[in-house]
């Protein structure tokens, strides 16, 4: 099977992204192609299929033109009803709630059972497969009760007592209807993400190790700093080695890499890390050429007794925001042209993955635009998923080759230079805004100092220091962590926050 695409108008300042969408399906053993027609001045690259006979778009409402869908939503639900009434989907459940009644999927209602013989209550882990529930399932009875819903089922899954119910909150049902989700805490943030200078850095206070390690309104509110502004220090920590694994397991599991469960920072011979030297470290985050980079990385200063050697961290959504604002070409360019980062050691470790510099949902223009139309440019950092920026392990750039149909040698060079030539323009102007003094903050971590920040948010370096005599060079101590279990342990401590908000 193969899909019939047609270019649209291209949004303002995106004409260089053709925006594509699925007409309809086809399919047959024979197939012809159609010369693609520039549109806006734009060559399509890839082909409009069509089968010899070409056949229409399925309609999916009947009826005069004013009946007829105005939208795509309506023409969806005008499909769906239309499927009910063909038997295609089972039947609906008539719930009333606050005195609106609302038709549930029977499917949907079934899936949501928590009793006992649905879920187990010690691992609270569903004990059916949703699709052990017969497309036939149908409601016997609706019982609605103060705070929930019993429903009685025909023909349910097969082996569970006629007797059985399935017992529904009104607090999901709402859900539900105004979410369409009964577990709203999986898009909870605890706070809106802005953009930060070194003003906003140098006015956040301290949190006791001691606090963080014991309390958990503290680890709360370390948390939550974290997601807001991306850094956040601990003072007064154990000047031994296994702080800070201890400090990142009260968020969660350690993050293993060949670097180690943790690692120390300081001065080797024969480094294979830039790290591990003396000189001077540009901005940067760590381990983009993995295909999962840790999203929260830890450094405790153990030993600092060098001469200089301070640390530096910038707010990479802040330089982000200001170039969209000034440079929406040079944002897009950064935001859909990957470039390669690598650990290139043959011997031991060989890591590549591709990335562009900004990574933004859905990775469409259009829809990326839309969304920034319904919000001010400052506030980017709401729709940047990740920034990747790491100059020293940045990889030599490729590009696929534009092959041609009339047999000629496919243009393998053109595209990649061409990519290089526009990246080069739009991050040099990323390089400027990042280095600006005013948004890096600096800092000469002392011994008992651990700092945590986000490793896909806010960019770290170092002013090079003098090594020193044995056994008094500058020594931090690093671990990494996952974004999973920091996800995790964010939605815990809200759970628990509300839990004593109710008494």
């Known amino acids: 099977m193969s899909t019939c695409i047609q270019a649209l108008p291209p949004s303002p300042g995106a004409a260089a992204f053709p925006r594509v969408r699925t007409l309809y399906d086809i399919g047959g053993p024979e197939w012809t192609a159609r010369k693609s027609e520039p549109i806006h001045g734009l060559p399509i690259c890839k082909a409009h299929w069509q089968p010899k006979e070409e056949r229409r778009p399925p309609k999916i409402a009947s009826g005069s033109p004013s009946q007829r869908p105005t939208s795509r939503a309506a023409a969806l639900e005008a499909d769906h009803q239309r499927r009910v009434r063909s038997g295609h989907f089972t039947k609906h459940v008539n719930i009333v709630l606050d005195g609106e ?6 499917t949907l209602l079934r899936d949501l059972c928590e009793c006992p013989l649905c879920v187990d209550p010690s691992t609270k882990q569903k004990l059916f497969s949703t699709t052990d529930i017969p497309s036939s399932i149908a409601v016997r009875s609706v019982s609605h009760g103060t705070d929930a819903v019993d429903i009685q089922w025909s023909d349910d899954i097969q082996g569970l007592p006629a007797d059985h119910i399935t017992r529904l909150s009104t607090t999901n049902l709402r859900g539900l209807v105004e979410h369409g989700t009964t ?4 898009a909870y943030v605890p706070a809106p993400q802005k953009t930060q200078q070194a003003q906003d850095y140098a006015q956040l206070t301290d949190i006791e190790y001691d606090a963080y390690m014991t309390d958990d309104a503290t680890l709360g509110q370390a948390l939550k700093q974290l997601h807001t502004h991306g850094l956040l220090f601990l003072r007064n920590v154990p000047e ?3 702080s800070v694994s201890a400090i990142g397991e009260r968020i969660g599991p350690i993050k293993n890499t060949f670097y180690g469960y943790t690692w120390d920072v300081r001065s080797v011979p024969q480094a294979k890390n830039v790290a591990y030297t003396s000189q001077d470290l540009g901005f940067h985050m760590d381990l983009l050429y993995m295909h999962q980079p840790p999203h929260i990385q830890l450094l405790h200063c153990i030993r600092n007794s060098s ?11 802040a ?11 040079a944002f897009i360019s950064l935001a859909y042209n990957e470039v390669n ?15 562009p510099v900004f990574e933004v949902p859905g990775r469409n223009p259009q829809a990326f635009f839309a969304k920034l139309r319904q919000s001010k440019p400052e506030n980017v950092a709401d729709f940047i998923e990740a920034v990747n920026w790491s100059p020293p392990f940045q990889g030599p750039f490729s590009a696929k080759p534009i092959k041609h149909r009339d047999g000629r040698r496919a243009d393998a060079l053109g595209p990649v230079q061409r990519k290089v030539n526009e990246w080069h323009q739009a991050a040099k102007q990323f390089s400027e805004l990042l280095h600006r003094p005013s948004g890096i903050y600096e800092r000469l971590m002392k011994p008992g100092e651990c700092v945590i920040f986000d490793n896909r948010r806010v960019l770290h370096a170092r002013k090079a220091f003098e090594p020193g005599d044995a056994g008094k060079e500058r020594w931090l101590r690093g671990a990494y962590l996952d974004k999973d279990p920091y996800m995790s342990k964010m939605r815990v401590m809200h759970e628990a926050e509300k839990q004593i908000l109710r008494g």
């Open 101 to 106: 009644k609302f038709q549930f999927s029977a």
């Open 183 to 186: 577990t709203p805490w999986h």
């Open 240 to 242: 031994t080695e296994t």
């Open 307 to 317: 001469s200089g050697g301070a640390s530096l961290f910038t707010d990479s959504y």
């Open 319 to 329: 330089a982000a925001a200001d170039l969209l604002a000034t440079n929406a070409a």
């Open 341 to 355: 980062f690598h650990y290139n050691h043959p011997s031991s470790h060989l890591y590549h993955q591709s990335r």
